[in-house]
């Protein structure tokens, strides 16, 4: 069965750095783009980033970059999210997920079961 | 960046209402548009990709239509695992993706 489950994430201060992670199973990791999106306390959904299926092409959003990095082993079916210089504004539910489709843009199915990142002193 | 700008931000309706929500693009996309739902505490689930096409397992209830840059997702009779929020998604370009503020449908 197709399934993202993810580890990581808790408690850190302003300025601190932390890993998120994402193992896939049920599919070839190796086809499919991948994704990070974040849901705020109350708030909408916001992409994060995404990495090409073969890790050639990361794209960030405006609100992370420079400071997140998302990277991924196809030998360990694993996405990561390094997290660094987090601020306040951090402070969500990050859910990593799968393109739809092989080696092309698309919606994203299936979704991770989330972890939440709590940045504060 | 595309906008994407849903409405109603929130949906009072009954068991058995036919219901619908609009996502409107700020430019055109074409037909690359995912309607997701979203249950409290859980992820997103995908509903619908490429403006209409109904993902496996979803009822036929659930039905997108649009293209360009105005788009539907219609509920023709209201179940009560139907209340939730509903997020629209343009993956047309992807730098970035982005998604509607989301609409709240509750009874």
């Known amino acids: 069965q197709v399934q993202l489950v993810q580890s990581g994430g808790g408690v850190v201060p302003p300025g601190r750095s932390l890993r998120l992670s994402c193992a896939a199973s049920?599919?070839?990791?190796?086809?499919?783009?991948m994704h990070w999106v974040r849901q705020a306390p109350g708030k909408g959904l916001e992409w994060v980033a995404v990495?090409?299926?073969?890790?050639?092409?990361?794209f960030y959003a405006d609100s992370v970059k420079g400071r997140f990095t998302i990277s991924r082993d196809n030998s360990k079916n694993t996405l990561y999210l390094h997290m660094n210089s987090l601020r306040a504004e951090d402070t969500a539910v990050y859910f990593c997920?799968?393109?739809?489709?092989?080696?092309?843009?698309?919606?994203?199915?299936?979704w991770g079961q989330g972890t939440l990142v709590t940045v504060a002193s | 960046d595309i906008q994407m700008t849903q409405s109603p931000s929130t949906l009072s309706a009954s068991v058995g209402d036919r219901v619908s929500i609009t996502c409107r693009a700020s430019?055109?996309?074409?037909?690359?548009l995912a309607w997701y739902q979203q249950k409290p505490g859980k992820a997103p689930k995908l509903l619908i990709s490429?403006?209409?096409s109904l993902e496996s397992g979803v009822p036929s209830r659930f039905s997108g239509s649009g293209s360009g840059t105005e788009f539907t997702l219609t509920i023709s009779s209201l179940q009560p695992d139907d209340f939730a929020t509903y997020y629209c998604?343009?993956?047309?370009?992807?730098?970035?993706?982005?998604f509607g503020q989301g609409t709240k449908l509750e009874i």
């Open positions: 998604q343009q993956y047309s370009s992807y730098t970035p993706y982005t």
């Open positions: 430019q055109t996309i074409n037909i690359w």
């Open positions: 997920a799968r393109d739809r489709e092989v080696q092309t843009i698309s919606s994203f199915d299936p």
């Open positions: 490429k403006a209409s």
């Open positions: 990495i090409w299926y073969d890790g050639s092409y990361k």
């Open positions: 049920g599919f070839t990791f190796s086809l499919y783009g």
